[in-house]
């Protein structure tokens, strides 16, 4: 029987990818049995025999030590180009890929590791991105206790080389298990727990200061966890002794709130086929178009049960890491701000939609026109905006919550976060993404005491704008100068500003 990567249907074309791969081995597979012939290689000859060599460590577990060593003598470039060869394969193939192939790549994943090779980092980052938020499966399962046994099992090693990547699998396991806790408990889902926990409180306690380059989002993905004893320990010494990290100069958890998080850090909990499928949807659907896409879409990411946490995930991921050029930021094209409104109508679960809102109004509560991009909130004004008067509930219900956010995220630093939504509400004025918020203050579809308690953030945002103004005349005068918790498509309506009439 022919040697084979993926499994697929019996209508379905072959993937080029594997059939590249395919080709390679076959063509040299006299080759790849020692005593190996060593020789100076045109750089497509070497392409070729990386190709053959990865189809046959993926194909061929029972040779699979003979094809490394073979791979071992040849290399010339420190494993580059056969670190991406597999990275391609992970971001491409791995949905289809056959169990024993899976494996397989998982294991010569830690052999790239062992050798330092170039670019392991990326290959660990693309196998994280194939873990997928909300499945449950026995082999969704695999792959993170694979992953998190990998990373806890290389501790030392990825500190030193590529301590980052610790980063990116802190951010994963975090927001994993946050969904692994709602799981009925069986053997394999608490021993992954288990590993987690051991992984993500290892990193806090003796890393802090390399988690804290993950941003503001490190507190929105440690507030799902306060009720695990070990992350209980870690909330009481963030708010009541942060000096217990260790870290010189992190004095009060309002630090990290003020610190953006690296877009990068949203892309590792979407698959690259969702972020594929997201950005055809934002960039190329008329809107007015958007329903059959959007069944599509749900058909095939959220169809499964438990697989609407996955929106949460997809919310962050399209207001921090999606930002349309002003050429596709047309009229016509489906805007951010219609996908998730939709995805919001899309939940069924209370807790999911809490924080599905908390995604998209995170940036507004810590916002900081220096540091932040007006882009990440862009999409929250004008969901509320465009959602009057036809979808006035969606207004009221995002209003209500920002300013539910606003009065209890964080009692004790309420004055922070109420600057960071006015300051937000300012730059959205400014910036010309909304002309007035008088469509929200004026608006008689609205609750009074909801317009009353957001006209005072309009005061407050006013107030900033005007000692902003006072202080650049006094500047512009003198010599020129040298910045705690809450836990149906919208239409084709057109994108600009919207009255209440």
Avoid at 241 to 268: A, E
Avoid at 298 to 323: T, Y
Avoid at 420 to 439: F, N, P
Avoid at 458 to 482: E, N, Y
Wanted: net charge neutral.
């Amino acid at each position: 029987m022919a040697l084979k990567l993926t499994d697929r249907g019996i209508h379905e074309a072959e993937n080029p990818i594997e059939v590249s791969f395919r080709e390679a081995f076959e063509l040299l597979k006299s080759q790849l049995n020692p005593p190996f012939t060593l020789k100076v290689l045109t750089q497509e000859e070497y392409s070729n025999l990386n190709k053959a060599i990865i189809f046959g460590i993926l194909s061929q577990p029972n040779l699979a030590e003979v094809h490394i060593k073979h791979l071992h003598a040849i290399i010339i470039d420190g494993y580059e180009l056969f670190t991406c060869m597999l990275v391609k394969i992970a971001d491409e193939l791995y949905v289809k890929l056959l169990d024993s192939v899976k494996i397989q790549l998982i294991w010569v994943t830690k052999e790239m590791l062992n050798v330092l090779a170039i670019g392991f980092d990326k290959l660990l980052v693309a196998l994280l991105r194939q873990i997928v938020g909300g499945d449950f499966s026995e082999g969704n399962s695999w792959l993170c206790l694979e992953m998190v046994a990998l990373f806890l099992a290389n501790w030392d090693c990825l500190l030193e080389e590529e301590p980052l990547i610790l980063n990116k699998g802190l951010y994963v396991f975090l927001r994993l298990l946050a969904d692994h806790y709602r799981v009925p408990s069986n053997p394999m889902v608490d021993g992954l727990k288990r590993m987690e926990v051991v992984y993500c409180v290892r990193l806090l306690r003796e890393q802090f200061l390399l988690c804290l380059k993950i941003g503001r989002d490190l507190i929105r993905l440690l507030q799902d966890l306060v009720h695990i004893p070990e992350f209980k320990a870690i909330w009481k010494d963030l708010l009541l002794n942060p000096r217990q990290f260790g870290v010189d100069g992190f004095k009060d958890i309002s630090q990290i709130y003020h610190t953006k998080t690296p877009s990068s850090y949203f892309l590792l909990r979407v698959t690259p086929e969702m972020e594929t499928k997201l950005r055809f949807l934002l960039t190329h659907v008329k809107l007015g178009s958007q329903k059959r896409y959007q069944v599509w879409f749900a058909k095939k990411f959220l169809g499964v049960p438990g697989s609407e946490v996955i929106l949460i995930d997809i919310v962050r991921f399209i207001c921090c890491s999606v930002h349309p050029s002003s050429e596709i930021m047309q009229p016509d094209i489906l805007p951010r701000w219609a996908v998730i409104g939709w995805l919001l109508t899309s939940c069924r679960k209370s807790y999911v939609e809490a924080n599905l809102k908390l995604a998209l109004f995170y940036d507004w509560l810590f916002y900081d026109e220096i540091t932040d991009n007006v882009m990440n909130i862009e999409p929250g004004i004008l969901l509320m905006v465009n959602s009057i008067p036809n979808y006035i509930e969606v207004t009221r219900t995002l209003l209500e919550f920002l300013l539910i956010v606003v009065d209890n995220y964080d009692i004790e630093r309420k004055e922070v976060v109420s600057k960071g939504v006015s300051t937000a509400l300012s730059a959205l004025v400014k910036r010309g993404i909304v002309s007035s918020l008088d469509v929200l203050t004026h608006c008689d579809m609205i609750a009074p005491v909801h317009r009353e308690m957001f006209g005072k953030l309009v005061l407050v945002m006013q107030g900033i704008h005007s000692k902003k103004l006072g202080s650049a005349s006094i500047i512009h005068d003198m010599s020129p100068p040298p910045s705690h918790l809450v836990s149906s498509s919208l239409g084709s309506q057109h994108p600009n500003r919207v009255n209440c009439n």
